[in-house]
């Protein structure tokens, strides 16, 4: 059965999207096979303070020890596919096709950032999300060998902070995210702290310089 057209229906478009993050209001899907997409603004929102934030040391001697390659915006449909693979950590995801086309978008206008991890030619874990100002939004992340979303985290954490970023919002914390300082704080608060953030320009590849 066709679906009739909806005479209220807002077309999604990229910049849509960044106007609602400027203002504190995130998409989302019901599960990968919805059509529809709808806005989310938590009462109480989480991010992982960049001024305060936590990498356990066996997650430091993991990330000395093992040979991974930390790459950036090399592969941003295989990470996006990752994130919305059901797996051990996920049963279900929230990423449809419409959320690929949106972020696919916003990634070729050198918006949204990838972090991989990557062993030899095979992608292992990471995240990918969305870097306004100051601010970098967080969407997903995924593993397929052991502590490598970790790894990605960590790496992403040292870079907003390198780069001169002063929020990183997660939307959610989990326990995962708690490792690494991740804590919640109320809407308020949070459009304060954007607000803040959206007046600087944060540099996401400071630290690539800082490291030649």
């Not at 690494?180 to 630290?207: M, S, T, V």
Request: aromatic share 10%.
């Amino acid at each position: 059965m066709s679906r009739k057209a909806d005479p209220f229906a807002i077309d999604l478009t990229p910049e849509l999207i960044i106007r609602a993050y400027q203002a504190g209001i995130f998409p989302m899907a019901e599960n990968e096979n919805s059509p529809d997409l709808f806005w989310v603004s938590p009462e109480q929102r989480g991010i992982i303070p960049l001024d305060n934030f936590h990498i356990s040391r066996s997650l430091k001697k993991t990330m000395r020890t093992r040979d991974f390659d930390i790459r950036v915006d090399t592969d941003f449909p295989a990470v996006i596919e990752g994130c919305a693979t059901e797996g051990e950590d996920r049963d279900s995801t929230w990423i449809n096709p419409e959320i690929r086309r949106l972020y696919g978008a916003l990634f070729d206008r050198g918006l949204v950032h990838t972090v991989e991890v990557w062993d030899s030619t095979e992608l292992v874990g990471g995240l990918y999300g969305l870097s306004l100002g100051a601010a970098f939004f967080g969407e997903s992340m995924f593993h397929r060998v052991t502590d490598c979303s970790k790894i990605a985290m960590a790496h992403l954490l040292q870079r907003l902070s390198a780069g001169g970023y002063r929020l990183l919002d997660t939307q959610f914390v989990t326990d995962h995210l708690k490792t690494f300082g991740g804590i919640e704080i109320p809407r308020e608060d949070y459009e304060l702290r954007l607000g803040d953030a959206l007046q600087h320009k944060g540099d996401f590849f400071a630290i690539d310089r800082q490291s030649a």
